[in-house]
């Protein structure tokens, strides 16, 4: 299970200079979550050795290798080595994700690993972070409906691995010659925008469309139980996690710590997921003019035929991937 270190984050109160006040990490001793003299969230990490390397300073994020620390533990002060991960991100959207992604960090270094391991995993978090400081560019619905997809995949590893790296990429998922998108809608209806390439599939490719309703619920699930929900099945497989992180920070950017409490039915989306043949769906099908480009429409799939999974697993065995649970 992934760690929830929000709910393990001591509550401010006051320090002596340079004490962190903590929590050990259930399940991986030797790592702390905490605060430090200032109030601030940081994560302990402990290491086999204690190698020292350059520090690490970016906006929302400061890494102190091999740190000596005053360590307090229910009042008990003790004296440490530890590799501190300090939130440096004001407010708390920020904070809550900090936190988040540290518990993605947690399970790549495991268990008491070197301080190479630690520092691998840190440079690969400050490349997250570095994506914070973009504008959004996709909208929360939209990405939450691809996550819907991966949530409810047969195989969660391979479904991450065959998402886009960029939102300028024509299909959200591509498994060998299958290429799949996901368009989400907030008014239960199967409206959606496409580009006329989306439709203009290349020979030898099978297109499909996943349609999925996002209706926003104050009390449903948040993005963020979602993502936990969905490392919980990766659980032997953090690395994935982190590629799912890398992912979301590349679209989201700066929107991203805010987009983690959106609320949606959780529900309603698992339930409305349908499939649909891009071939077949309403569209702008005639050859463009060469001096045409960049054309945009948008189609009502009311009376779209819907594809059966079991019978789209047959025909393109690519879907398995994708393929939902229930």
């Given at each position: 299970?992934?760690?929830?270190?929000?709910?393990?984050?001591?509550?401010?109160?006051?320090?002596?200079?340079?004490?962190?006040?903590?929590?050990?990490?259930?399940?991986?001793?030797?790592?702390?979550?905490?605060?430090?003299?200032?109030?601030?969230?940081?994560?302990?990490?402990?290491?086999?050795?204690?190698?020292?390397?350059?520090?690490?300073?970016?906006?929302?994020l400061d890494v102190q290798y091999a740190l000596t620390c005053v360590v307090s533990l229910d009042g008990?002060?003790?004296?440490?080595?530890?590799?501190?991960?300090?939130?440096?991100?004001?407010?708390?959207?920020?904070?809550?994700?900090f936190l988040h992604v540290l518990a993605t960090l947690i399970g790549i270094v495991g268990f008491k690993?070197?301080?190479?391991?630690?520092?691998?995993?840190?440079?690969?978090?400050?490349?997250?972070?570095?994506?914070?400081?973009?504008?959004?560019?996709?909208?929360?619905?939209?990405?939450?409906?691809?996550?819907?997809?991966i949530a409810s995949s047969s195989d969660p590893v391979a479904a991450i691995n065959g998402w886009r790296?960029?939102?300028?990429?024509?299909?959200?998922?591509?498994?060998?010659?299958?290429?799949?998108?996901?368009?989400?809608?907030?008014?239960?209806?199967?409206?959606?925008?496409?580009?006329?390439?989306?439709?203009?599939?290349?020979?030898?490719?099978?297109?499909?469309?996943?349609?999925?309703?996002?209706?926003?619920?104050?009390?449903?699930?948040?993005?963020?139980?979602?993502?936990?929900?969905?490392?919980?099945?990766?659980?032997?497989?953090?690395?994935?996690?982190?590629?799912?992180?890398?992912?979301?920070?590349?679209?989201?950017?700066?929107?991203?710590?805010?987009?983690?409490?959106?609320?949606?039915?959780?529900?309603?989306?698992?339930?409305?997921?349908?499939?649909?043949?891009?071939?077949?769906?309403?569209?702008?099908?005639?050859?463009?003019?060469?001096?045409?480009?960049?054309?945009?429409?948008?189609?009502?799939?009311?009376?779209?035929?819907?594809?059966?999974?079991?019978?789209?697993?047959?025909?393109?065995?690519?879907?398995?991937?994708?393929?939902?649970?229930?």
């Amino acid at each position: 299970m992934v760690v929830d270190l929000a709910a393990l984050l001591p509550s401010r109160g006051a320090l002596a200079p340079e004490v962190f006040s903590v929590v050990p990490i259930p399940g991986y001793d030797g790592h702390y979550v905490g605060r430090d003299d200032q109030g601030r969230a940081c994560v302990l990490l402990g290491s086999t050795d204690k190698g020292t390397r350059a520090p690490v300073r970016l906006g929302g994020l400061d890494v102190q290798y091999a740190l000596t620390c005053v360590v307090s533990l229910d009042g008990v002060e003790t004296l440490d080595t530890l590799t501190v991960v300090t939130s440096t991100s004001a407010g708390e959207h920020g904070e809550r994700y900090f936190l988040h992604v540290l518990a993605t960090l947690i399970g790549i270094v495991g268990f008491k690993p070197t301080i190479a391991v630690v520092a691998e995993a840190v440079t690969q978090l400050a490349g997250i972070f570095q994506k914070l400081a973009v504008t959004s560019r996709e909208s929360v619905t939209g990405v939450i409906g691809e996550l819907v997809l991966i949530a409810s995949s047969s195989d969660p590893v391979a479904a991450i691995n065959g998402w886009r790296c960029d939102v300028d990429e024509r299909y959200d998922f591509v498994a060998g010659p299958l290429r799949l998108e996901v368009k989400s809608s907030m008014a239960r209806r199967r409206v959606h925008g496409f580009s006329y390439e989306q439709c203009d599939v290349p020979t030898g490719c099978r297109g499909v469309l996943a349609s999925v309703f996002i209706e926003k619920s104050a009390g449903g699930m948040t993005m963020e139980r979602l993502l936990a929900h969905i490392a919980n099945r990766l659980t032997h497989r953090p690395t994935a996690a982190f590629t799912l992180e890398q992912t979301l920070a590349s679209t989201l950017g700066s929107g991203l710590p805010e987009a983690l409490g959106f609320g949606f039915d959780y529900e309603l989306a698992v339930t409305s997921l349908a499939f649909f043949d891009l071939s077949d769906i309403p569209a702008i099908r005639d050859q463009l003019n060469p001096l045409i480009s960049q054309v945009r429409f948008t189609s009502d799939l009311g009376e779209a035929v819907t594809l059966n999974p079991e019978s789209l697993l047959a025909t393109c065995p690519d879907f398995a991937v994708f393929k939902p649970m229930h």
